[in-house]
């Protein structure tokens, strides 16, 4: 795949969730706390129905229909327990607590769950890595959460594509960056059909997607809610049949 991330990327190439990025207003703890309540209620009505579906299983002389709606009963339960766990991550709900993290240290742990991503949907993944990298400021889970969330878009997309190929490349500041900004740029390269203008101004916006009724369509907002609560950037750009996702983070201070 051509490299189109070390090449010139002026920011207006790229559509960024900046959009996404929460303050810290009473407006937004209000909202935050009745979209929790909200959740656990949900949850507790999704407890009953799932008790009553298993009384209901335990009785004699269900028939493979019933049996069968049964199940169906269970997984739109699960799915649903699921989808309210994803909402609550991209409505901010998630404790945040960024400190200085190690990307090298992260990596083998990292590399080995994208790697299996990739090897479930059908692609293949590299890892281009800059040798001397600073430490990052970061909440190492979420920004796991992160690069897992644009590894598995990427990797869907470049299937889609035939190629089934996605690239990381991760580069030191004044590489992309001006070096006066102290930025870490991490790219995550996939070849896929252009997304048309459109179409990429809308990809940071909840439950849109281009793909199929199992999709939620809300896992890059989820992404792009976390980067802002972690300090960090994140765009999309789509031109000559590459999809590319531009993280940027903050490198911490050295005392």
């Not at 699960?78 to 766990?85: P, T």
């Not at 993290?101 to 994208?114: G, N, R, T, W």
Request: with cysteine; hydrophobic share 40%.
């Amino acid at each position: 795949m051509e490299n189109h991330s070390t090449s010139s990327t002026p920011d207006s190439d790229f559509h960024f969730a900046d959009a996404l990025i929460l303050d810290d207003s009473c407006t937004r703890d209000f909202y935050k706390n009745l979209l929790q309540g909200l959740i656990h209620k949900n949850n507790n009505t999704l407890g009953v129905i799932q008790g009553f579906a298993t009384l209901i299983s335990m009785e004699e002389g269900l028939n493979e229909e019933m049996t069968e709606n049964i199940e169906h009963m269970r997984q739109s339960i699960s799915d649903s327990a699921e989808l309210a766990k994803i909402i609550l991550t991209a409505g901010g709900c998630a404790t945040i607590k960024t400190k200085p993290a190690d990307i090298k240290v992260m990596l083998p742990y990292l590399e080995q769950s994208l790697n299996s991503i990739c090897e479930q949907i059908g692609a293949s993944l590299k890892i281009n890595q800059t040798a001397s990298l600073p430490l990052v400021l970061a909440d190492t889970s979420r920004f796991h959460d992160v690069i897992k969330e644009l590894i598995k878009n990427a990797a869907e997309a470049s299937v889609e594509s035939g190629q089934g190929e996605v690239v990381i490349d991760i580069l030191a500041p004044g590489s992309v960056s001006s070096s006066d900004t102290q930025h870490v740029d991490i790219f995550v390269r996939n070849t896929c059909a252009d997304i048309e203008t459109e179409k990429l101004k809308k990809v940071f916006q909840p439950f849109f997607t281009t793909k199929a009724n199992q999709h939620y369509g809300i896992g890059l907002t989820t992404a792009g809610v976390l980067a802002g609560q972690m300090g960090m950037r994140l765009g999309l750009r789509s031109s000559e049949g590459t999809t590319t996702a531009w993280l940027s983070i903050a490198t911490a201070a050295v005392s």
